[in-house]
C-alpha cells in the first residue's frame, strides 16, 4: 500500500472523541477501522501460525470459507525438531504468502507452556519447555518480520488448560511466572520486538488479562520494553475501559460499535482520562501505518 506516515500527533489532534474511540475496536472479524476523512488506512490480520487462514470474505463472522494455502506443520512438529533455522524458514514462507494475500500481520505464533496433555491448542503451541519455546518464537518472529509482515505472539498469558479456558483464574506464582510461563513472551519482546502481542481470554491471580495493567503495562511495557500494539484474543475483552487503562489498544473483533460508545461515554464522564486513550490510538495509529507501509 505504501501509505506515508503522517505526525501522529498532529493527526490525532484532528480527530474527534468518537474517531479516537473507533480505532480502539475492529471494523469487521479480521481488520481495523479506517477513517476516510483523514485518509487513516486499515490493517488486515489473518490465522494461521502454521498456514495462512485468509477467509474469502471480511465481514464480523467467522469460520467463512477460505483461499488456498500452504499447511506447513504445526508448532508442536516444528519445535520437535530443536532447530532454529527450520522455524526462520517456517516464518518466511508465511510472510511471503501474507504478502501475495495482502495480509499484514499473521496470528501467531502460540507460546504458551503445555501443562496439560488435555490442552485443546496443544497443536499450536511449542512446547513444555520455555527455553526451547523462546529459541524457536525468536526465530520464527524473526523469519516473519523480515519481510514486513508482523507476528502477533499469543496468548499473554497463562492460558494453557482447554476446561474453562476463557474464564478460569490461573493462580500462579511470581516464581513460576517468571521461570515457565514468561519467558518465551519476554525473548521474543527483547529479541524480535513482535508487531503486536495477543492477551489472552482468561484470568490470571482473578484479573483477566485483558484488564491487567501489571502483565500488560508494568511488566510488559515498562520491564520488557515492548513497542508494539496489545491486541486482545477474539472477543477476550472484559470491561472495555478498564482495558484501556491496563494497555489493551485493540479490541478484536467487531463489536458493533458498542464498546465504542462506552469509551465515549467514559471519557465524557470523567471516568477515563482523555490522555490515556491518546496513547492507545497513537499505538494503533503506529500499526495500522506500518501495516499500509
Known sequence: MNVEKP????LISKMTLEEKASLCSG?????????????????????????L???KEDNDKSMNESYPATAFPPAVTFASSWDVSIAKQLGEEIAVQCLDQDVSVILGPGVNIKRSPLCGRNFE??????????????SYVNGVQKHNVGTSVKHFCVNNQESR??????????RALREIYFP?????????????????YNRINGVY????????TDVLRKEWGFKGLVVSDWNATNNRIEGVKAGLDLEMPYSGGLTDKYIVKAVKAGELDEKDLDKTVKRVL????????
Not at 476523512?37 to 490493517?43: E, H, K, T, Y
Not at 503451541?125 to 525468536?138: F, G, I, Q, T
Not at 488479562?209 to 500488560?216: G, I, R, V
Open 125 to 138: 503451541y511449542l512446547s513444555e519447555d520455555p527455553y526451547l519455546s523462546s529459541r524457536m518464537c525468536v
Open 209 to 216: 488479562a485483558s484488564d491487567n495493567k501489571h502483565l500488560l
Open 286 to 293: 503506529e500499526f495500522v501505518y506500518k501495516c499500509a507501509s
Open 7 to 10: 505526525n501522529l500527533d498532529e
Open 53 to 55: 487462514r485468509l477467509e
Open 165 to 174: 479456558r476463557m474464564t478460569i483464574s490461573a493462580v500462579v506464582d511470581e
Open 27 to 51: 471494523r469487521d472479524y479480521w481488520t481495523t477501522k479506517p477513517i476516510a476523512r483523514l485518509g487513516v488506512p486499515s490493517g488486515r490480520m489473518s490465522d494461521g501460525p502454521h498456514g
Open 184 to 200: 518465551a513472551f519476554e525473548s521474543a519482546v527483547k529479541e524480535a520486538q513482535p508487531w503486536t502481542i495477543m492477551c489472552s
